[in-house]
Structures are given as structure tokens and as C-alpha cells.
């Protein structure tokens, strides 16, 4: 089993609509749980770990942060069982911000778990 790295970020836990793919943001899943380090992304449709993927996460007042990231786990979940699954989808490390990081940083600021 790999090694795991501990995170730096504490996580925040918010069911946020996100769009993503490899170039279209084609997919439509939810945000689990993030930082500015990373996500845990619901979905049925997960990328192989180690894809390269664009995200636009949408805040809840109409802002949408847009940010790159690699998949650096995946679990594939039949749809009809994702609910029930208590890891589904792919946990991603961001690795660029094209735009909002502020804005993302300050709503995360503002939840408390």
C-alpha cells in the first residue's frame, strides 16, 4: 500500500455543484469535501488517478472558481449506490487556480466543519 502524506488544509465539508473534464467541463458531480488543497469530488464517473482534470466549482452566491487538479484516488460506485457509499468518486489535489482562489479561501473561512 502507498504511503499516505498527511494534508496540511483541514477539510470542509459542503455539497457544492461541480462541472469538470479533461478539457469540456463535460461531467457534472459534487463537492464532498475541500480545502484549497484539494476535494473529494461525488461521482459515478470517477477519472484514473493520476488524469489531469479542470474544475468549475460553483459557490453558493453565483460565484464559480475555476481550478486544475490531479485525480489521486478513484472509486467507482454503481450510480444507483452512490448515495449509500461513503467514499464515492476521487479525492483530487488542486494544482492550479485559474481564477477565484480568494473568493474559495474566504467561503471555506466561513464554514465551520
Given at each position: 500500500?502507498?504511503?499516505?502524506?498527511?494534508?496540511?488544509?483541514?477539510r470542509?465539508?459542503?455539497?457544492?455543484?461541480?462541472?469538470?473534464?479533461?478539457?469540456?467541463?463535460?461531467?457534472?458531480?459534487?463537492?464532498?469535501?475541500?480545502?484549497?488543497?484539494?476535494?473529494?469530488?461525488?461521482?459515478?464517473?470517477?477519472?484514473?488517478?493520476?488524469?489531469?482534470?479542470?474544475?468549475?466549482?460553483?459557490?453558493?452566491?453565483?460565484?464559480?472558481?475555476?481550478?486544475?487538479?490531479?485525480?489521486?484516488?478513484?472509486?467507482?460506485?454503481p450510480?444507483?449506490?452512490?448515495?449509500?457509499?461513503?467514499?464515492?468518486?476521487?479525492?483530487?489535489?488542486?494544482?492550479?487556480?485559474e481564477?477565484?482562489?480568494?473568493?474559495?479561501?474566504?467561503?471555506?473561512?466561513?464554514?465551520?466543519?
Amino acid at each position: 500500500m502507498a504511503n499516505r502524506v498527511a494534508r496540511n488544509q483541514e477539510r470542509k465539508s459542503r455539497r457544492l455543484k461541480v462541472r469538470f473534464g479533461t478539457d469540456e467541463l463535460s461531467k457534472i458531480a459534487f463537492l464532498g469535501n475541500a480545502s484549497v488543497a484539494g476535494a473529494w469530488i461525488i461521482t459515478g464517473q470517477p477519472e484514473r488517478v493520476g488524469t489531469l482534470l479542470r474544475f468549475c466549482i460553483y459557490l453558493p452566491e453565483g460565484e464559480e472558481v475555476l481550478v486544475r487538479g490531479r485525480v489521486q484516488w478513484a472509486k467507482k460506485i454503481p450510480p444507483n449506490l452512490i448515495r449509500l457509499s461513503k467514499n464515492a468518486g476521487m479525492g483530487v489535489k488542486f494544482t492550479r487556480f485559474e481564477s477565484g482562489l480568494s473568493i474559495f479561501s474566504d467561503y471555506l473561512a466561513t464554514l465551520r466543519y
